[in-house]
């Protein structure tokens, strides 16, 4: 008996926990995923847009089924893919609020409009994620395709 033969062959094996391999993205492959999905075409091929146009009765940040370009099916799994995206829609959307609050006290210092920016401030926090959501799925998307490659089942 060797030393690594420590689990018997007939043991059930673990589940996985994911559909798609993990992968180790480069720093240009995410760059490049995230540029596409902040221009919110398809993070994959950089051509179909990802997101419906707005229109009234149709949910704000609506999402095409596949892209027009490369056939990508964006919605990756069946149930609720995109809820992900609230957590990026957050971090994103509080982060750009506060690079923006940051530098307009830098560019109006001394002379900073405290009321102004507080109740501008508030009215942002409560807005930019609401604006922002549409984004933020697409990024989302991105960010999934960055770790979890995208597999040739999904063009199909
Ligand atoms: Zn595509």
Redesign the pocket.
């Known amino acids: 008996m060797s030393a690594h033969d420590w689990s018997s062959s007939d043991a059930p094996r673990e589940p996985r926990t994911t559909e798609t391999a993990l992968a180790m993205p480069s720093l240009g492959r995410l760059l490049r995923m995230v540029f596409r999905a902040l221009r919110l ?8 847009s990802v997101l419906k146009s707005w229109r009234p009765g149709r949910p704000w940040g609506d999402v095409h089924t ?7 099916r964006f919605e990756r799994s069946d149930d609720r893919y995109f809820a992900g995206a609230m957590l990026v829609n957050l971090l994103t959307a509080e982060l750009l609020f506060a690079v923006s609050f940051v530098t307009a006290i830098i560019l109006l210092w001394p002379d900073v409009p405290w009321d102004a920016m507080t109740y501008g401030g508030a009215a942002a926090m409560v807005l930019l994620p609401v604006l922002w959501y549409p984004v933020a799925r697409v990024l989302w998307l991105a960010l999934d395709l960055v770790f979890r490659p995208a597999q040739p089942e999904e063009f199909r």
Request: net charge positive; with cysteine.
């Open positions: 075409r398809c993070p994959e091929c950089g051509g179909g596949r892209c027009a370009v490369c056939n990508f």
